[in-house]
């Protein structure tokens, strides 16, 4: 079965620190280009951070360029969003994708919530 589970959201102070996982299973993950992206209530869905499956480049959004670090670990068939700094204006859902050509996979979401 092909499946994308996040995981590491939680409620965390300004400035605070987490880990988001995007754990796959039913593929190989490092095939694929896997992108985070956010949603918060009553806003667009924001892609923030990306990493490519062909020679691991990395791209990030203004707003988290800095603060906010993807990464693969291949042996956990994992890719990770490691976010420093935290502000309330990163409160969120946030959902991993992995593409591969018309290929599209989607985790259900981790909610990350930022008090000022």
């Known amino acids: 079965q092909v499946q994308l589970v996040e995981s590491g959201g939680g409620l965390v102070k300004s400035g605070g620190s987490l880990r988001l996982s995007c754990a796959a299973s039913?593929?190989?993950?490092?095939?694929?280009?896997v992108k985070w992206f956010r949603q918060a209530p009553g806003k667009e869905r924001e892609g923030v951070a990306c990493?490519?499956?062909?020679?691991?480049?990395?791209t990030y959004a203004d707003s988290v360029k800095d603060r906010f670090t993807i990464s693969r670990d291949s042996a956990k068939n994992t890719v990770y969003l490691e976010m420093n700094n935290l502000q309330p204006e990163d409160t969120a859902a946030y959902y991993c994708?992995?593409?591969?050509?018309?290929?599209?996979?989607w985790g259900q979401g981790t909610q990350v919530t930022v008090s000022s």
């Open positions: 994708n992995a593409a591969l050509g018309a290929l599209s996979n």
């Open positions: 990493i490519k499956a062909t020679d691991t480049t990395t």
């Open positions: 039913g593929f190989t993950l490092n095939m694929y280009a």
